[in-house]
């Protein structure tokens, strides 16, 4: 029998809530959970370094295979040694299988049983994406986590529909698992589909879990439905998935979200929201969000955040960020997604704290508190 690349040991469950703390093992090192993954779509963090993701506690990436391999290409990334050394990055990486990519892709794509014919968006050539497509690619990558290739459904969708959606995902894992042989160096994780159907939803984790994969992950949130329906929908997702597998929630990364999140039992988030956010200039902060654009910070010339270890928190001013971000530099975006990483990591580092200290629920409540209402003028109100 051999073994799995990734494993996932359970160490301790809330008492009030389903949330869990656990510790997922790679190739690359063991992954805290739950955890915050940021988002390296092309083999890097937006305005991020490698080191920097080091320094602010990152213990797993995440990278598209949509992206690579239509630039530069896996085959490149094989020859230069896999994603790691490509990247120059040693820890743990998990690669999103390109199905919720070509899904964005609407008019530029054609769903059949096979896969996926779609249209670059670089040069608008032709290509076809199929789930074996998708292993072949994800093992040239070499990533520690390679996701089976699924079907996404719009938000709202017909239950015909995403009926049919879900269950081709189901035959298109079963595909995927039977293209991935490299068991012992990477893991494949399935997909739950079944959109805003919690009866869809049963089904789809009822068929993936015969499959007694290493782990499972929830598809189709976060994909314009509002927040209280996924929390809704996630209620009922997390109890169809074995305790003793990792759970991850694709796409999600609010901090009311991971909260929510982590209340129901998810191990693993991933949203490109830090990154993106920052290069806009909008800020998380202890206090609440806040935008350094606006002109109350010209002669702020105190810290970002006053709670947050980060570099930009050590080195900075509001009055500089402010600055740098009305001068179009690049560095402006750069310490700001430095921030907003650190952010969301210290948090997820807090929560695990605070459920190994049996008050999960009341920092929840404490965090949330202060985050959504101290920061309301700005934010407005809980996203």
Known sequence: MTKDAVTFKLLKEDAKTKARRGRVSTPHGDIE???FMPVGTAATVKAVKPDDLTDIGAQIILSNTYHLFLRPGHDIVREAG???QFMNWNGSILTDSGGFQVFSLGKMRKITEGGVEFRSHIDGSKQLLTPEK????????GSDIIMAFDECTDYPSDRTYTEAASDRTTRWLERCKAAHHDTERQSLFGIMQGGMYPELRKKSATEIVKLDLPGYAIGGLSVGEPKPLMYEILDECVDYL????????MGVGSPDALFEGVSRGIDLFDCVLPTR???HGKVMTSQGGIN???EQYTRDFGSLDPECDCYTCRNFSRAYLRHLFKSGEMLSAMLLSIHNLRFLISTMEKIRLSIEEDRFEAYKEAFLEKYYCLGVTERGGRQ
């Open 134 to 141: 998708s292993i072949e690619i994800q093992n040239a990558l």
């Open 242 to 249: 074995p305790k003793e597998k990792p759970r991850y929630l």
């Open 82 to 84: 896999g994603l790691h």
């Open 292 to 294: 350094i654009k606006n």
């Open 277 to 279: 956010e920052a290069r």
């Open 33 to 35: 959970t739950p955890v």
